[in-house]
């Protein structure tokens, strides 16, 4: 059983000590669709498929010319023994073929000599041209080429087919020469764009970006005060906070050329490639200035480069080199801005960042609650709300999203009223799709009344804890309804912004996190293994009070890992000397502040143990409980 109270801020302090640890960003990289545009080109593929088609309907026109289809053919004997017994009644000559059409209207084909007429083969056999009628077709010029076309397409399709193969084959030797090429894609300045407008929630960002951007339309005001344009701009945080959406207004509001490229996108099989990429696209953009480059997952190529023999990645460090030696080729004063954007700053090379390259560091952070409340605006245009819609009561309930995921609760709340068929959204849909964004969807486990019965023990044990411990947020919802792998969950989100966790806070979360198994313990005298993810995370609370915060009896000492950066630009991570006799005492504080906060815990369900017996008997009758149910249960604090 899961339990959720670990707070976004702890989190945070967490990514800040880990020198901003975190996963990849949600930037999709995608670049405007194009508007419909017919294109032309005659290369031999082109025109294999165009012959191709043009059999087909030549085969079609020759089957429409011969409605008939495929008569059965009778010798020329035959079809004068038939004249003379008067079967035959016409007679239609088409060169050396003849169709013979009988007084019952049967149709057969016979053939004769070309040069031979056949009113004299008839009278020859002693029959009467006139006993029959006898009507001649002649062969036109379109006719004549149908027939020529037929005969001769299919072999000079047969030797253009071999002719394909064979560039074919030779194009995989060919290409090599064109792998140089950049693959950055270019943002038509006529399309729909994104602006400043549409970014929300990391206005400091903005105001950074929004002097670039001046940069670029106006380079005489600061060049007439002797300011250097910057060259580069470094765009660092946590995903979902807007990196790529912020450099896509930056192309929006600039007006310029915009070169969009991935960093894994410089790389390939063969040695050299991603350097000659990159000087082909700066190339491009010298050609256009101003204009913009924009290299989303700089960390792909753009990592610390390692020293010694086999220490490093040779095609990577090449494409960083050459990337380094096209920065500081700029001359002065250039219009050419390079824009990246990374998720971990910490693992890029000094000699990439430092003045002169990447001028300026621009830090994106998860938005605080005017922040959530700018976005939440931004992403709500166009949809049905219920009037009165309390969007600062949902940018409080939704403390450590990121943009990214307001987005997408806001998308699935109009998911779910759509599928109960509301014509509005209201908060229930809200307050659902912020609980899956989060936690995942619900899931119908077929559970026994006795794990039933567990789980709300549980749940109400983490409950309980939280309510009658000093300093805690208010309980928002508890539930023994399955959601990802967790059985039960209690909610807990903070009720503002938390920008420093206390020693007395992180306790009281710890005690809170053991409810469940001192719940467990209380009433079925048994412990069960359904703790096992509230232990972790209380234990991992407890090391980093020991090891990183100097929240214990050793004292303001660090003993976790150490990032450092050599002379030599290599990156050293390793764990610090500790003596044995220092890990042993490391491991009692930890033990000794599990132990505090679980007897903490059992305390208080001893105390409230009717409570207890009353909130799980509510959770197996209605499986979830509102914040509001939960504290009516519960009364005064006593």
């Not at 908060?427 to 789980?455: C, F, H, N, W």
Request: no cysteine; glycine share 8%; net charge neutral.
């Amino acid at each position: 059983m899961k339990y959720l109270a670990l707070r976004a801020i702890l989190e945070a302090r967490t990514m800040a000590t880990k020198q901003q640890k975190t996963t990849r960003t949600n930037g999709n990289g995608k670049h405007p669709k194009k508007m419909f545009e017919f294109k032309l080109q005659f290369n031999l593929k082109t025109i294999v498929t165009f012959l191709l088609i043009g059999f087909i309907v030549l085969s079609v026109i020759g089957n429409l010319a011969n409605p008939n289809g495929v008569l059965p053919e009778q010798p020329f004997t035959t079809i004068i023994n038939d004249i003379k017994d008067k079967k035959v009644s016409t007679i239609e000559v088409e060169d050396s073929k003849l169709t013979v059409t009988y007084a019952d209207g049967k149709k057969v084909v016979s053939h004769k000599e070309p040069q031979d007429s056949l009113y004299t083969l008839l009278e020859k056999a002693g029959v009467d041209p006139k006993a029959v009628e006898i009507k001649v077709k002649d062969l036109n010029a379109g006719q004549m080429w149908l027939g020529i076309i037929s005969n001769v397409l299919p072999l000079v399709l047969t030797v253009v087919f071999f002719l394909f193969l064979f560039r074919q084959a030779r194009g995989a030797q060919d290409s090599v020469f064109s792998f140089g090429q950049s693959k950055a894609r270019v943002w038509n300045k006529d399309l729909p764009k994104t602006t400043f407008a549409d970014v929300a929630g990391i206005d400091e960002a903005k105001i950074e970006v929004v002097e670039i951007v001046d940069f670029l339309k106006n380079p005489a005001k600061y060049k007439a005060l002797g300011a250097r344009t910057p060259k580069g701009v470094i765009l660092v945080g946590p995903s979902g906070t807007g990196k790529t959406l912020l450099a896509k207004a930056i192309a929006g509001e600039a007006k310029v050329p915009f070169f969009s490229i991935a960093g894994s996108e410089f790389m390939e099989m063969l040695v050299g490639v991603g350097a000659a990429r990159v000087r082909d696209l700066f190339a491009m953009a010298k050609k256009s200035a101003p204009a913009i480059i924009f290299i989303d997952e700089i960390d792909a190529i753009g990592r610390m480069r390692s020293v010694g023999i086999m220490g490093g990645h040779d095609e990577r460090e090449q494409t960083l080199n050459q990337i380094l030696v096209e920065m500081d080729g700029f001359e002065p004063n250039t219009t050419v801005l390079v824009v990246a954007a990374t998720n971990r700053g910490d693992l890029l090379d000094p000699a990439l960042t430092r003045p002169g390259r990447f001028d300026r560091r621009i830090t994106l952070d998860l938005p605080d609650i005017q922040g959530r409340q700018a976005i939440l605006k931004i992403h709500s245009k166009g949809k049905p709300y219920v009037a009165g819609m309390d969007w600062e009561k949902v940018a409080k309930r939704t403390v450590g999203f990121s943009g990214a995921d307001l987005e997408n609760m806001l998308n699935e709340s109009a998911i779910l009223a759509a599928r109960n068929n509301k014509k509005e959204i209201d908060y229930l849909d809200i307050e659902e799709a912020a609980t899956k964004v989060k936690l995942g969807p619900e899931k119908k486990r077929l559970q026994t009344d006795s794990d039933r019965k567990m789980t709300a023990y549980h749940e109400a044990g983490h409950a309980i804890v939280n309510f009658y411990l000093e300093g805690m947020d208010r309980v928002h919802r508890i539930s023994i309804v399955s959601r990802g792998m967790a059985l039960g969950y209690t909610l807990t989100p903070p009720e503002k912004d938390r920008l420093h966790e206390t020693k007395s806070h992180l306790i009281n979360e710890m005690a809170t996190m053991m409810g469940g198994r001192a719940a467990e313990e209380l009433i079925f005298n048994d412990i069960t293994s359904g703790a096992a993810n509230d232990i972790d995370q209380a234990t991992r609370i407890a090391r980093y009070m020991v090891m990183e915060f100097g929240m214990s009896k050793l004292g303001p000492m660090n003993f976790g890992p150490q990032m450092d950066i050599t002379e030599w630009g290599q990156s050293m991570m390793d764990q610090p000397s500790i003596s044995p006799e220092m890990l042993s005492k490391i491991d009692s504080e930890v033990q000794e502040l599990l132990g505090v906060a679980l007897t903490t815990a059992q305390k208080i369900l001893k105390v409230h143990k009717k409570q207890l017996d009353t909130v799980m008997k509510e959770l197996v009758k209605h499986e979830t409980l509102e914040g509001e149910e939960f504290e009516k249960l519960m009364g005064k604090k006593v």
